[in-house]
């Protein structure tokens, strides 16, 4: 299981074009990853206000990865292909239709969001920001903060933060 401060699980997931992408390559790079639904509200409303996507071109290319992961049971990868060029989201959808990963990393939400070091570790777990209703007018985006922080050389102003979205869409075990 994924704690904050300890080293994030490994993981192999395949992508919406059948890449493979395994965490451990991206060592040497701040990696976020993002449990999305493109289904869920909360979801919908973050993409439509460029939330992920404008963060992430913010973020340096050679030293910060995003990944999105879908957990629904449901997803194939025609549906992320879709969902990403609606969106024009430049980082990888990987597909977890049995939900392996989403549960190593206790997954709650969509989004739920986890911040990884550079040295593996898991720096930060919760929801982007402090706003699940989308009624502020600026929010504290804590992935913001901890990239940012963790690019710095220094520790995430936030650790963990109560996740906020639609429940991840698990297959029934």
């Not at 965490?23 to 909360?42: A, F, H, M, Q």
């Not at 957990?71 to 989201?89: E, Q």
């Not at 990884?116 to 930060?124: F, K, N, P, Q």
Request: hydrophobic share 30%; aromatic share 10%.
């Amino acid at each position: 299981k994924a704690k904050v401060g300890e080293p994030a699980p490994g993981f192999t997931l395949t992508d919406q074009a059948g890449t493979e992408h395994t965490l451990s390559d991206y060592r040497g790079k701040i990696v976020v990853l993002e449990w999305t639904n493109p289904e869920c509200p909360y979801v919908q409303r973050h993409y439509e206000a460029e939330t992920m996507t404008g963060l992430v071109e913010s973020f340096p290319d050679d030293r910060v990865q995003w990944l999105a992961i879908d957990s629904s049971h449901f997803v194939k990868p025609a549906d992320s292909k879709k969902w990403r060029k609606k969106h024009d989201i430049p980082y990888p959808i990987l597909q977890d239709p049995q939900g392996e990963v989403g549960r190593m990393y206790e997954a709650r939400t969509t989004p739920h969001m986890f911040v990884i070091d550079a040295e593996g570790i898991l720096r930060y777990a919760g929801g982007i920001d402090d706003d699940p209703r989308g009624r502020k007018d600026e929010p504290e985006n804590y992935v913001k903060g901890a990239v940012e922080a963790l690019l710095e050389g220094e520790d995430p102003p936030v650790g963990q933060a109560e996740p906020y979205g639609c429940s991840v869409k698990y297959e029934s075990s």
